[in-house]
């Protein structure tokens, strides 16, 4: 059971990167599937989140309006498109998984599974 975030890089501000997570030994959609950062010196937060199958997305307030996720069901995945990234974007970028259902599942403690994390550098 393991997940794999891919996708992140170095970008000019207000460019655009497209998270991927990918899930092998188990689907994606039995589970809520989040994106989680931390950048140095500060805690993990929640970016956002989709529910199971039957729907229902979270953001944060500072992605809102920037960034989307989604998911596909034919390559086991879930994406997240962030565009006009901001420096402040700059951190690690975790996807996991949890049981939980939304809205309750804001806390990193309720996921289970993470992926190893992507870089996200936003810099001119």
């Known amino acids: 059971v393991q997940l794999q975030a891919s996708g992140g890089g170095l970008v000019q501000p207000g460019g655009s990167l497209r998270l991927s997570c990918a899930a092998s030994?188990?689907?994606?959609?039995?589970?809520?599937i989040g994106w989680f950062r931390q950048a140095p010196g500060q805690d993990r937060e929640l970016v956002s989140c989709?529910?199971?199958?039957?729907?229902?997305?979270y953001y944060g307030n500072s992605v809102k309006t920037r960034f989307t996720i989604s998911r596909d069901n034919v390559r086991n995945s879930v994406n997240l498109q962030m565009s006009r990234l901001k420096p402040e974007d700059t951190a690690t970028y975790f996807c996991?998984?949890?049981?939980?259902?939304?809205?309750?599942?804001?806390?990193?403690?309720?996921?289970?599974?993470w992926g190893q994390g992507t870089q996200v550098t936003v810099s001119s």
């Open positions: 989709i529910g199971k199958s039957e729907g229902g997305l």
């Open positions: 996991a998984r949890t049981r939980r259902t939304l809205p309750g599942a804001r806390e990193p403690g309720l996921y289970d599974v």
């Open positions: 030994g188990f689907r994606l959609d039995d589970y809520v």
